[in-house]
């Protein structure tokens, strides 16, 4: 199966997470997983499986709709607790998914947080974890992801 890299320029539409479906293997600084994206319910919901293997063993899970008049969104839960709700466009460097809204952090100040898929090629691209207390103005990154699409043994 022929996996295209994204084209920002025309892809924010429904088809704009083609690049991401697949298997795929995750590694960052102190930690690898694995991720498994397909399409389901006709092609319209893209649903994403993830798991951490290393250092902490957990697992998460995103369902992503494309909504013609509201565009992408996401909804996220994991065997954390966390749940959020994510609503994506396209970015600079490929495509975001971020809060819709402010949340409060754990000292109580307005954080915004995305993610962004960035260097999308065929077969790999980067993702990243951020966060902003200055709504968007700047943004810190928390976690970078190295994807590498699964190879299946012959």
Known sequence: MSHPALDVATAPGPDALDF???????????????NTITRELDDHVV???FAC???ERWTGLSVSVHDGRRGWRQTWVDSTGNYWALV???H?????FSFSVAELDEDGRE???RMVFSDIEADRFAWRWERSYDDG??????WTIDYR??????
Request: charged share 25%; glycine share 14%; proline share 9%.
């Open 20 to 34: 991401w479906v697949g298997e795929w293997t995750c590694t960052w600084d102190g930690g690898r997983g694995a």
């Open 47 to 49: 649903v994403e499986r």
């Open 53 to 55: 293997f290393e250092p």
């Open 88 to 90: 994506g466009d396209p």
């Open 92 to 96: 600079p460097d490929g495509f975001s």
């Open 111 to 113: 954080v915004v947080k």
């Open 137 to 142: 103005a700047s943004w810190e990154s928390l």
């Open 149 to 154: 699409r699964a190879t299946s043994p012959d």
